[in-house]
């Protein structure tokens, strides 16, 4: 008796609380979408503690000891100036989560809005209006926008006086906009179902104003599909920033990051230095296989309705 | 048919609106083009001089309207950095790029999407995991670095294949098709896992429908379930590849770059790289175009495999 009224005093609580253990339940069964989520969480440990757990200086010129192959010293062998690979390897991670996660959360709001708007006002002119633009942005291929856009703007960092816009933060916001099309579209799916459902029509008859229906009773429920898209689409931003970089539109050099060093690493092709080329490719792989994988289990456990995800090319 | 209609007379709009975007861009970056095309010493009278041949002193809609009627009239006008005519940069690059990117897009169809049926098919047999890590790898890793890999493995290591360049096919065929060989595999690696992976659920979707059930209670043949199913799970992959074959000059972007193929992606690069405005806007148009052409014959194409589509119209 005494427990049963426990549990209604901390009712929200613990249904928080059996959902997150469910969750992980359901995560751990999955072999795949643990391994996962151990690579996600690896990477911004990496991302965040590189100045810490890095053995060298990632731009310390060392040209005695250059081009080294893989050794006790340099795990991952040193390159043209001397430089420690595994270092340089681990402050890469720092450009590419960054412009993966804040190029998501930048895109989210104006996707999550318009879709959730045309959704719910489906039929009316507003719907027309606001899908017809997204299907206008969302008519060119979203690479060849970003590389176009980044190369028109150019790649040195505008000085507004109070404030640097640096190459990093263009990107970021380039790649939020044309976020923003996929995810209106896949929100409006999922809030255009909703907003006809007999819950929202009990709710529009109690007097509840649209406002708050939209986005207290009709963003919740396309929550799930929006985490499992997050998800995927950091994926794409790891993927965009290195191919950037790599044709040197991100990232400049001598600054770390994947794209950088595996666009320095293609002078070595004949010659046969393969580490330079090999790790940094490995590391770019392995993170966006490792998201895309915990992104596949999110939408297995969250959402298996929809079984498509967002294109990131 | 005035489905397709529609379609067709939304992308001319489309097509409009983003090449004006296209303009708007050029135009809101500071500094002049005319810095990047002529010398650093060059003075103001000939860098407005210089503007004023190209236009660019007049505001953004007249240079908008003026570049339309000529570009309607055929006139694609001239490169600002090479003075070279852009209709015949154009005829040299273009056919280059839609040769080898067709032959890699072919490919991974041929191999995909039967690769997705089978794994549908038989669903956690080896076939489907070999499907499955095929679509995982081919989504994830980024092209570039496949290419290089394959450059210093198979050209530099082996031998077989030339490590770049495109052979035109009058210096004979075998030279022409041995200089394709490894960029044409690089696309389609991609795009076998994108076909894999969109057949693969669409088909496990169709395959859990009743009317799958309904017929394989009546005692239909296996076979004829499979191509029944098949027909019915086309659609969506059909419009999931029209959307990449657009998406696949992105990926060119890469790849040319890495192999040094002069077609049309490269030559967007290169565009970028030096600021020539009128080339970048009627590379990014050609590829618009040719992503909006995909996408209206996979509209034709479902328009004749599903009944129901006529029906409606």
Request: proline share 5%; charged share 15%; aromatic share 10%.
């Amino acid at each position: 008796m005494k427990k049963n009224k426990n549990y209604l005093i901390s009712e929200k609580f613990t249904k928080r609380h059996i959902f997150l253990t469910d969750f992980l339940s359901a995560l751990a069964n999955t072999k795949t979408g643990l391994f996962g989520a151990f690579v996600v969480l690896l990477m911004f440990f990496l991302a965040i503690f590189a100045p810490w757990i890095a053995p060298y200086d990632p731009t310390l010129i060392d040209v005695p000891n250059r081009l080294q192959p893989p050794n006790l010293s340099h795990w991952m062998g040193t390159d043209l100036a001397g430089r420690d690979v595994l270092s340089r390897l681990m402050w890469g991670a720092r450009p590419s989560l960054q412009v993966g996660v804040l190029a998501v959360l930048i895109g989210m709001p104006g996707g999550i809005v318009i879709g959730l708007i045309a959704g719910f006002y489906r039929g009316s002119l507003l719907e027309t209006i606001l899908m017809r633009a997204t299907e206008i942005i969302a008519a060119v291929p979203l690479l060849i926008v970003a590389v176009a856009i980044v190369g028109i703007l150019g790649v040195n960092p505008i000085d507004l006086g109070f404030f640097t816009i640096t190459n990093e933060i263009k990107i970021v916001f380039v790649l939020g906009i044309l976020y923003i099309p996929g995810l209106a579209r896949v929100v409006f799916a999922v809030a255009s179902t909703e907003a006809v459902s007999d819950y929202i029509r009990a709710r529009k008859t109690q007097g509840v104003r649209d406002f708050s229906l939209i986005f207290g009773d009709v963003l919740p429920n396309c929550l799930s599909v929006v985490t499992v898209w997050a998800t995927l689409l950091t994926a794409g931003g790891v993927l965009a920033e290195a191919g950037l970089s790599f044709v040197g539109l991100g990232v400049q050099p001598p600054d770390a990051s994947w794209g950088v060093m595996l666009s320095e690493a293609r002078k070595f092709i004949f010659s046969g230095e393969w580490w330079l080329l090999f790790f940094p490719g490995l590391a770019i792989s392995i993170t966006v296989i490792g998201f895309n994988l915990f992104g596949d289990a999110l939408r297995d456990i969250l959402d298996p309705r929809h079984y498509t995800g967002p294109r990131i090319d | 048919m005035w489905l397709i209609l529609r379609r067709a007379s939304f992308s001319v709009f489309a097509l409009f609106i983003i090449s004006f975007l296209l303009f708007l861009l050029t135009n809101v970056v500071p500094g002049s083009p005319a810095s990047a095309v002529l010398d650093v010493d060059a003075s103001l009278e000939e860098i407005l001089s210089w503007e004023r041949e190209h236009n660019l002193h007049l505001p953004v809609t007249e240079q908008y309207w003026i570049w339309l009627c000529q570009t309607l009239s055929g006139d694609l006008g001239e490169s600002f950095i090479t003075d070279r005519d852009l209709a015949t940069e154009i005829k040299d690059t273009l056919p280059i790029t839609l040769e080898w990117v067709s032959l890699g897009f072919g490919l991974a169809i041929i191999v995909g999407i039967p690769l997705g049926v089978a794994s549908a098919l038989n669903p956690n047999s080896w076939i489907d995991h070999i499907a499955r890590v095929v679509a995982m790898t081919g989504i994830s890793v980024p092209d570039y670095w496949i290419a290089l890999m394959l450059i210093s493995f198979v050209s530099v290591g082996l031998g077989w294949f030339p490590p770049g360049g495109h052979t035109p096919l009058s210096a004979g065929i075998i030279p022409h098709i041995k200089s394709l060989v490894l960029p044409v595999i690089t696309l389609s690696l991609h795009y076998t896992a994108v076909f894999s992976r969109y057949t693969r659920s669409s088909m496990l979707d169709v395959l859990s429908q009743d009317y799958i059930r309904t017929a394989r209670a009546m005692g239909l043949g296996r076979i004829r379930i499979w191509i029944y199913a098949l027909k019915n799970s086309l659609p969506p992959v059909i419009n999931v590849g029209a959307m990449s074959f657009g998406f696949s000059f992105g990926h060119a972007l890469f790849i040319e770059h890495v192999f040094g193929i002069a077609g049309l992606s490269l030559s967007l690069l290169n565009a970028i790289n030096e600021l020539d405005y009128p080339m970048i806007q009627l590379n990014v148009l050609i590829v618009t175009i040719i992503f909006i052409l995909a996408n209206l014959s996979a509209d034709c194409l479902n328009f004749l495999i599903n009944p129901r589509l006529r029906r409606q119209t």
